[in-house]
């Protein structure tokens, strides 16, 4: 069980962030350190990063902030790439952030005016008009402003005039941590949740409402919840079958998650994910429910008969029960 204390420790501190959800709402503090970026994930490497801005923040008896942005550059910047995939929600990445400890957070609206801005007015106008960054913390290959122009190498010229500092993670320091919002989204659509869950420094989560479902699962024994995600650009991990961590609520279970389109029982399903909870017989239509992807327990099949997909659930379970043991 010592992976279970490491994947679910979570900051439960007091400590209260700030949070503005734009520019007009922002408030000017006093020693500002600051990082920018998308945090897709919120993952490992990011994490190091922010315990940076944190410690500098320390340091100059100042505040740490995190300017983010939403929606994700590429939903605008690249509309026609109705694929997009993202790892987090806004209200997830939202509320990884605030458990990073972190003292502000600006969510900025990402829209076609905001991307037509020049990377020295975003240095001039954003950093030091609005923000009064005192210190700015990037990483090596950071890049900003319109059609991505902006550089260190700008940000290094109008840091001594505009009166900010400038640190840059090192590009050896960011390939030791080894970890992009690209290599867990490999992991996560091959089915390789472990992977994801080290890169992350926790579990890959799916968040959604319960609503009614088909009820084929209660006529074999196993009644499932069926989760219907909001966001259309959450990343869906592998047709598969998981060992999943069940959030209702303040209350928690667990039980076997199946990400499929049922193909034993529809010929051209749509996808549906669905999770059989274990010691569990409440009502919960209408309910959020967070489910943490644990392990990967076999790729979504056709069986040829409903009892040998039941015989298939059995075995399912039984491997549920063992690693979870």
């Known amino acids: 069980m010592q992976y279970f204390a490491n994947v679910f420790k979570i900051n439960f501190s007091n400590h209260k962030v700030k949070i503005f959800n734009s520019l007009d709402e922002f408030q000017p503090i006093e020693n500002v350190v600051v990082t920018i970026g998308t945090f897709d994930g919120v993952h490992f490497g990011h994490q190091q990063l922010i315990q940076r801005v944190k410690q500098k923040a320390s340091e100059i008896n100042g505040s740490s ?8 550059p590429r939903m605008i910047l690249y509309p026609e790439e109705h694929g997009i995939e993202l790892l987090n929600t806004i209200r997830e990445k939202q509320a990884l952030l605030e458990q990073e400890g972190i003292d502000n957070l600006l969510i900025l609206p990402f829209d076609a005016t905001f991307a037509e801005i020049s990377s020295e007015e975003f240095i001039r106008k954003i950093l030091v008009e609005k923000l009064k960054t005192k210190v700015l913390i990037i990483g090596y290959d950071h890049r900003f402003g319109k059609n991505r122009e902006g550089s260190i190498d700008d940000l290094l010229k109008f840091a001594p ?6 640190e840059q993670i090192p590009e050896q320091d960011v390939n030791e941590i080894a970890v992009s919002s690209t290599q867990i989204r490999k992991s996560l659509k091959r089915g390789d949740v472990a992977t994801a ?3 992350l420094g926790r579990p890959y989560t799916l968040t959604g409402t319960v609503v009614q479902g088909n009820k084929i699962g209660r006529t074999i024994g196993f009644p499932t919840a069926n989760l219907q995600i ?4 959450k990343l869906i991990p592998s047709e598969g079958v998981y060992v999943t961590k069940v959030d209702i609520g303040s209350d928690e279970f667990y039980g076997m998650l199946s990400i499929g389109r049922r193909p034993t029982l529809e010929s051209a399903g749509k996808l549906s994910i669905e999770v059989f909870i274990l010691d569990f017989n409440r009502e919960i239509y209408g309910s959020e429910v967070t489910l943490h992807l644990l392990a990967w327990v076999r790729e979504d099949r056709k069986f040829n008969s409903l009892e040998d997909l039941t015989r298939q659930i059995k075995n399912d379970l039984n491997f549920t029960l063992n690693y979870l043991k």
């Not at 005039?161 to 400038?166: N, W």
């Not at 909001?230 to 650009?233: G, L, M, Q, V």
């Open 230 to 233: 909001a966001e259309n650009y």
């Open 161 to 166: 005039e505009c009166g900010f500092e400038v």
């Open 197 to 199: 869950a080290a890169f």
């Open 65 to 72: 902030l995190i300017l983010t942005f939403f929606p994700h």
